[in-house]
Structures are given as structure tokens and as C-alpha cells.
């Protein structure tokens, strides 16, 4: 296991919802990353928190924010559901420091199911 | 833009044999290459990255990979498969801090 932790596991929203998803992160990492994972497709970067500030978007709407607190663990919410949000949202924990790129460490990641 | 091919829905091969799990890229500048494996109903668990050096990189429960820079390759393979190693596997390139990830690659191992 990685040390990243996320709640909640499971999660049923009703479209036109907002939903809050949470992210610890492994001991001594002061990084997150957050990725949609949509059934039978590869993880994709949603954004990225380094000193409670983002540091990093992929290609999502500003309906996605997050949140990074002063112990490094992290929120990701999401407003104004739609179908297409249905998926597993993974967080990842790494540490930044000179000379990256950095290992990500994933966590079990939280299945998200808009209806 | 970055990206990461992986040409291989599924790879099928028998305990014992050797596996190979194919990954082509694509970069502006040096690339960072990872790969990933992922079980049923968990996260991602890094396997192996290679940044620079030795193109043959080893991660993981017996794992390792090739870097070819003339090919765009970074195949992920072991010497000798074992049914546990059934999974879903990912290569990703990091760029920017950012993972991108390929659209995975579904081993069975038989028995």
C-alpha cells in the first residue's frame, strides 16, 4: 500500500449535483495530483496542488476545483454534474524537490456514479 | 504534446514464459517514462520509470523495461510470467509534472 488515502469509496450523485472528494497524502509528500479514470480508459490529469496553490491543469472545465490544505491533503470538487463525470477519480501523493520528475503514489481512488 | 501509445488491448501468455507489454511515445525533449499496474478495484502501483542512463531499467516484482530513443519504445517486460502478474498494466510519460497516461494494456497469465 502507498500511504495515499481517499474517501469517500463509492459515491451515487444525481446530475446537476456538486460533489467533494478528500485525499490524504502519504507521509512527507507535499504534492497532489488528481486524475478521472473513465471505465476502460487510462488515468487523465485533472489537476495539480503544491503549496495549497495549483500548479497544473489538463484539459478540464473550471466546474473541477480543488483544494490543497497546510497538511497537504487535498479536496477535489466537482459542480454541476453531468453523466460524463461517472468515473474513478484517483489521487496521487509525491514529493517535490530539485531535479523532478517526482514518482507519483496513488491512492485506491474514490468510484464516482452520476445518475 | 505528449503522448503515450500502448498498440495491445490484451497480452495473453502462460505462466512461466516471458511477457512483453508494448509502449511507444511521443515528446518534445527527454522523455520521463513510467509504467504502472493496476489491480481490480485498486489504485495504481508504480512499477518503473526510467529518466536518463541505462536503457534497460528494472522496477518491481521481477519487472523491468527497455528504453529504445530511436524506436520511441519503453516496452515493459519479465523473464518469466506468474498468474499474479494479471492485471492492467499503463505506461505514462511526465511532463510538466503532469502524467500522461496510454489507454492501458490487459495482461492474462494461465495457468
Known amino acids: 500500500e502507498t500511504g495515499v488515502t481517499q474517501s469517500p469509496t463509492h459515491l451515487i450523485k444525481t446530475r446537476g449535483q456538486q460533489v467533494t472528494l478528500r485525499c490524504s497524502s502519504q507521509?512527507?509528500?507535499?504534492?497532489v495530483s488528481w486524475y478521472q479514470q473513465a471505465l476502460g480508459q487510462g488515468p487523465q490529469f485533472i489537476f495539480q496542488?503544491?503549496?495549497?496553490?495549483?500548479?497544473g491543469r489538463g484539459n478540464f472545465p473550471p466546474r473541477f476545483s480543488g483544494l490543497q490544505f497546510p497538511n497537504y491533503s487535498s479536496e477535489l470538487n466537482v459542480n454541476a454534474l453531468e453523466l460524463d463525470d461517472s468515473a474513478l477519480y484517483l489521487c496521487?501523493?509525491?514529493?517535490?524537490?530539485?531535479?523532478?520528475?517526482?514518482?507519483?503514489?496513488f491512492g485506491p481512488g474514490t468510484r464516482l456514479t452520476v445518475t | 504534446a505528449q503522448s503515450v501509445a500502448q498498440p495491445e488491448d490484451q497480452v495473453n501468455v502462460a505462466e512461466g514464459n516471458p511477457l512483453t507489454v508494448k509502449c511507444t511515445y511521443s515528446?518534445?525533449?527527454?522523455?520521463?517514462l513510467f509504467w504502472y499496474v493496476q489491480y481490480p478495484n485498486r489504485g495504481l502501483q508504480f512499477l518503473l520509470k526510467?529518466?536518463?542512463?541505462?536503457?534497460l531499467v528494472k522496477g518491481s516484482y521481477g519487472f523491468e523495461a527497455e528504453f529504445n530513443k530511436s524506436q520511441t519504445s519503453f516496452h515493459l517486460k519479465k523473464p518469466s510470467a506468474l498468474v499474479s502478474d494479471s492485471a492492467l498494466y499503463f505506461c505514462?510519460?511526465?511532463?510538466?509534472?503532469?502524467?500522461?497516461f496510454g489507454g492501458g494494456t490487459r495482461l492474462m497469465v494461465k495457468p
Open positions: 496542488y503544491y503549496r495549497e496553490e495549483e500548479n
Open positions: 526510467y529518466i536518463t542512463g541505462d536503457n
Open positions: 496521487a501523493s509525491s514529493l517535490r524537490r530539485v531535479g523532478g520528475p517526482w514518482e507519483q503514489y
Open positions: 507521509s512527507g509528500h507535499n504534492t
Open positions: 515528446v518534445s525533449g527527454n522523455p520521463y
Open positions: 505514462a510519460v511526465n511532463y510538466g509534472n503532469m502524467l500522461t
